[in-house]
């Protein structure tokens, strides 16, 4: 039996300096997901309705999320790069570049953590992002070069740590399985904006995907700003340079961590 | 670093059915948290002040919000089972079982992931439940024997279900793979008590402890009455009964399920 998602979902509390086409995306995402859970069960929130320029299924609550902020970008006439739309070119010198849900898993199913990330590029360098947590309005919002009120961690080693992971998959169990040793603590909560935000905010030391390859620039473009902000690092697990990209096939193993020494060691527990 | 957790924790939303002791019980967890939070830093929160009833250390986070709830088992001249006082004999017919920070290292470190978990048992008996996600204010509410307004997904097998799972402990790494191999999707959302609430509504297929024998009945107690009453199986993998005992030193390995026949697969591939 599929049933309604039966809990509100309230717009975003968003600082006052948030660039108005960021902050109107992350509002239209947010009522996007509350008509979404009102009109649509669970089994149908999760329908695969097409393949996204990422080459992977975009579910129904994907789309309807999507939909809501590609009208937002047209509104405001910038470029849009997000998941199932691919690159949208207006000529525009700005480009917002965004995970419209992230957590789409989490999202259809009702476990209440899913995100909208969204990060303003001015020709092609990211200058601000915004993460919004849909299920409680939460906003973590940082400006490149400039420190945020939350700070990391700062751990610097990974013995003992608290790190959230994705989820084991088939050809990454054995680095998966080295980093759970190693760390103190360990979470999967699904959703790689979320414990992004998580690492910013110094609430966990570290996330990362261990070597399955499973992250699109979309995923990590806020940790990039975010995280660095609030003193910590994010890095490709094999050494890749972690790029603003159009092109969505490209897949990073990332790690966010509160630092750099961190980081590394997580990127050298990962390639084993 | 060690930092405030910034964001405010509001009372909890119950419905007027609630029994009072038990609706005070769960006001009292919200307002001591919220007061914790705005007081102490994360690393002041973890601080292990005293070893609990239980026989597990107790954080200072714990311990305030337990204290809060004892006052109000006082005012209401019930007995009390809890974590760290353990069993508090007023000579009621009425006993209040609680895990009074259910996640107490989410709680500390300000991974929005905590509740308060109360059941009201007449005569060891119990009678009635309320769950609380004290970062949100969201409520489940039973009464045993009476259907909820939430549903269980229903589902019957393990294969390709969303399953969580405690983190994986030395003892338990096999049943934990075995468990993690065989569901579709795997989260660790380090609260059971919230676990078993998705379950309850049907956000998630299945919650269990993969054989590590970490819970002990105030984990559980919600679930126990919660689940049946929409549609779900809770069992222990091991199949010792799950009992009210007030000696908080017993432990078992919780599976708490959609249906009866996927809590019984779970249960046959944590044994192995």
């Known amino acids: 039996m599929s049933t309604l998602i039966d809990w509100p979902v309230p717009d975003p509390v968003l600082p006052p300096s948030v660039d108005p086409a960021l902050a109107d995306a992350a509002v ?26 990422d080459g992977t299924p975009t579910m129904l609550v994907d789309r309807l999320v999507e939909d809501a ?47 909208f990330g969204g990060v303003l590029a001015v020709d092609g360098r990211a200058t601000e992002a915004l993460t919004t947590w849909l299920d409680t309005g939460r906003a973590w919002h940082a400006v ?17 740590a608290s790190v959230s992971l994705l989820r084991p ?15 103190g603590r360990v979470r999967i909560l699904a959703s790689t904006v979320l414990e992004s935000a998580l690492v910013a905010e110094g609430a966990i030391d570290a ?27 994010v890095l490709d697990a094999l050494g890749r340079p972690l790029e603003l990209d159009p092109d969505l096939t490209r897949r990073w ?15 050298a527990l990962i390639a084993g």
Chains 1, 2 share one sequence.
Request: negative net charge; charged residues 20%; glycine residues 8%.
């Open 28 to 53: 239209a995402a947010s009522r996007a997901y509350a008509r979404a859970r009102l009109a649509h069960t669970r089994a149908e929130l999760a329908d695969e309705v097409a393949e996204g320029a």
């Open 144 to 160: 490149a070069g400039e420190p945020t009120p939350y700070r990391t961690t700062g751990r610097a080693a990974a013995a003992g």
């Open 207 to 233: 996330f990362c995907d261990p070597g399955s390859d499973t992250h699109r620039i979309v995923d990590l473009a806020t940790a990039l700003v975010t995280v660095p902000a609030a003193g910590g690092a």
């Open 69 to 115: 902020i590609a009208e937002t970008a047209e509104r405001h006439r910038v470029n849009l790069l997000s998941e199932e739309a691919g690159f949208v070119d207006r000529g525009s010198a700005v480009t917002l570049v965004v995970d419209p849900m992230d957590g789409s898993a989490n999202a259809a199913a009702g476990v209440p953590l899913c995100c």
């Open 253 to 267: 193993s990332g790690v966010v961590a509160a630092s750099r020494p961190l980081a590394d060691e997580l990127a």
């Open 169 to 183: 998959k088939p050809g990454s169990r054995d680095p998966w399985w080295r980093v759970a040793t190693q760390a």
